[in-house]
């Protein structure tokens, strides 16, 4: 079974998280709307999923292979949703000025091939922001542990280190600008809202910010 059957067989289950978790998703769309305040229009998210995200910083359009959750994505109010795998994207070359890509790659059949779609889409001085769940960190381990057994989407996933998904973003031609995270507490911890902040240390969500020159 395919990681996108899985999210469009298990949609609600995947949706509910943000709401047993508010802190982890809070604390994760500072961080995003930070880096993100000043990009250009209009702005897609590639794996938008239910839309959490992209209903958080205004989003114009969202890509997802699956269609269930596009279904909730359109409740939240995202202006202009796609059925489409970020690989290869369904748009002209440089149509928007930015793009968010939340956990995506470590889902995507290609990270690879994913990224540079999303630079083509992009329009030059278009911002890329970027964001996992690092392997080498506290969460990154965790969730590698729940997927060891057997939970239904972790174990679909291959978490990327740090230096992995920078040296991605890098190859796929964007010049990156800033790296920051959030999660400086541990999964065994209480759950709070975290600032964005410096990704130092063992921070459990880091995103890159990057540029297409």
């Known amino acids: 079974m395919s990681t996108s059957v899985i999210f469009d067989a298990l949609w609600a289950r995947y949706d509910e998280w943000y709401e047993r978790h508010r802190a982890i998703a809070e604390s994760e769309a500072r961080l995003v709307a930070h880096l993100l305040s000043d990009a250009p229009q209009p702005l897609i998210e590639v794996g938008v999923g239910t ?23 359109r409740k939240r109010g995202i202006p202009l949703l796609v059925a489409g795998v970020g690989e290869r994207q369904p748009f002209r070359s440089s149509v928007f000025g930015s793009a968010l890509i939340v956990v995506t790659l470590c889902f995507a059949d290609s990270p690879e091939k994913l990224l540079k779609e999303t630079y083509r889409v992009l329009r030059r001085g278009g911002v890329l922001v970027s964001c996992i769940v690092p392997a080498d960190s506290s969460w990154g381990r965790y969730y590698a542990n729940l997927g060891a057994k057997g939970h239904a989407f972790y174990s679909r996933a291959r978490f990327l280190s740090r230096s992995e998904h920078e040296d991605l973003i890098a190859r796929a031609g964007f010049l990156i600008e800033a790296t920051m995270g959030v999660l400086r507490w541990k999964p065994w911890e209480s759950e709070a809202v975290d600032e964005p902040g410096p990704a130092e240390g063992d921070v459990g969500f880091v995103c890159v910010k990057g540029v297409k020159p």
């Open 51 to 73: 839309g959490y995200f992209a209903q958080k910083i205004g989003a114009s359009a969202g890509l997802d292979p699956s269609i269930n959750m596009l279904r909730v994505a």
